[in-house]
């Protein structure tokens, strides 16, 4: 699975963003999809994932209420709807796929394929 993530920007505390992840190939259909974040000298942070069907989600306590994740799999690509923006969320976002359906489902290490990112600047 090859994926483009955009959406990204400069935006004040309490706005909202959405971001788009387009995907190409015929697994993501079937891909569990995820996103994280990740600041200078961080490791890679677990945001939302969402299964193949769209029935289940997963939220990182701190984006909990605020953020939600969605998938369209008739156009090949999972959302990632941020409100209440806060500067604490302030990172560079990456979407990502998990074609084998590795756990757990919060760790970086479960995907085998990855956007090239996405830059989210929440000012205060």
């Known amino acids: 699975v090859q994926l483009q993530a955009s959406g990204g920007g400069l935006v004040q505390a309490g706005g909202s963003l959405r971001l788009s992840c387009a995907a190409s190939?015929?697994?993501?259909?079937?891909?569990?999809m995820g996103w994280f974040r990740q600041t200078p000298g961080e490791e890679r942070e677990f945001v939302a994932a969402?299964?193949?069907?769209?029935?289940?989600?997963y939220y990182a306590d701190s984006v909990k209420g605020r953020f939600t994740i969605s998938r369209d799999n008739g156009k090949n690509t999972v959302y990632l709807q941020m409100n209440s923006l806060k500067p604490e969320d302030t990172a560079l976002y990456y979407c990502?796929?998990?074609?084998?359906?590795?756990?757990?489902?919060?760790?970086?290490?479960?995907?085998?394929?990855w956007g090239q990112g996405t830059l989210v600047t929440v000012s205060s």
């Open positions: 990502a796929a998990d074609t084998v359906f590795r756990v757990p489902v919060t760790t970086w290490r479960s995907y085998d394929s």
């Open positions: 190939g015929r697994s993501f259909r079937t891909a569990r």
């Open positions: 969402i299964r193949w069907s769209g029935d289940n989600t």
